[in-house]
T-cell receptor
Framework: KQEVTQIPAALSVPEGENLVLNCSFT??????LQWFRQDPGKGLTSLLL?????REQTSGRLNASLDKSSGRSTLYIAASQPGDSATYLC??????????FGPGTRLSVLP | EAQVTQNPRYLITVTGKKLTVTCSQN?????MSWYRQDPGLGLRQIYY???????DKGDVPEGYKVSRKEKRNFPLILESPSPNQTSLYFC???????????FGQGTRLTVV
């Protein structure tokens, strides 16, 4: 059964820093991986979707990479801003199954 | 605007009183699902639907029912709510299973 972990559980950084969030999964036969952002009291917002055949995806200051063989994905946030403060979740999809979510990384960017 | 809409956003009810949480999407998506989110347990899937009249159990289906009579709507029914169903609930949809998922704003349910 697919298991997803995220490290660190929480992270606090000063504004302007570049940072990396990590996502690990146990079953490397994934179809795709999706990164989400969750703001307090709100739903999940899709940030990036990486297909299993891709190495990385970029959107603005965000870059997500995928290494299937090692069961890892990273979300890189450049020049962090206070508005980036949120919980970041990764979700892994194995074909024929359902999305499995990680527990999330709670990010605080301090002004 | 493409969106998934859940109602109500907040609900406090008593044990045993049947309730329905509605979910509607305007993107003509085939796949819809319900999740609950609990501290320390993360997001867990309750039920999902691959298309109209096609539903199946997720990881934590006990105590819940769903129906998919129309493509756009996927209500979650709690026939006899209990306090252990107090949680934050999310509806999600995607074009097909495994495609990019779009989530509703969530429904915070408290059962007393």
């Amino acid at each position: 059964k697919q298991e997803v972990t995220q490290i660190p559980a929480a992270l606090s950084v000063p504004e302007g820093e570049n940072l990396v969030l990590n996502c690990s999964f146990t079953d490397s036969a994934i179809y795709n991986l999706q990164w989400f952002r969750q703001d307090p009291g709100k739903g999940l917002t899709s940030l990036l979707l990486i297909q299993s055949s891709q190495r990385e995806q970029t959107s603005g200051r965000l870059n997500a990479s995928l290494d299937k063989s090692s069961g890892r994905s990273t979300l890189y946030i450049a020049a962090s801003q206070p508005g980036d403060s949120a919980t970041y979740l990764c979700a892994v999809y194995n074909y024929g199954q359902n999305f499995v979510f990680g527990p999330g990384t709670r990010l605080s960017v301090l002004p | 605007e493409a969106q998934v809409t859940q109602n109500p956003r907040y609900l406090i009810t008593v044990t045993g009183k049947k309730l329905t949480v509605t979910c509607s999407q305007n993107m003509n998506h085939e796949y819809m699902s319900w999740y609950r989110q609990d501290p320390g347990l993360g997001l867990r899937q309750i039920y999902y639907s691959m298309n109209v009249e096609v539903t199946d159990k997720g990881d934590v289906p006990e105590g819940y029912k769903v129906s998919r009579k129309e493509k756009r709507n996927f209500p979650l029914i709690l026939e006899s709510p209990s306090p252990n169903q107090t949680s934050l609930y999310f509806c999600a949809s995607s074009l097909r299973t495994g495609f990019e998922a779009f989530f509703g704003q969530g429904t915070r349910l408290t059962v007393v």
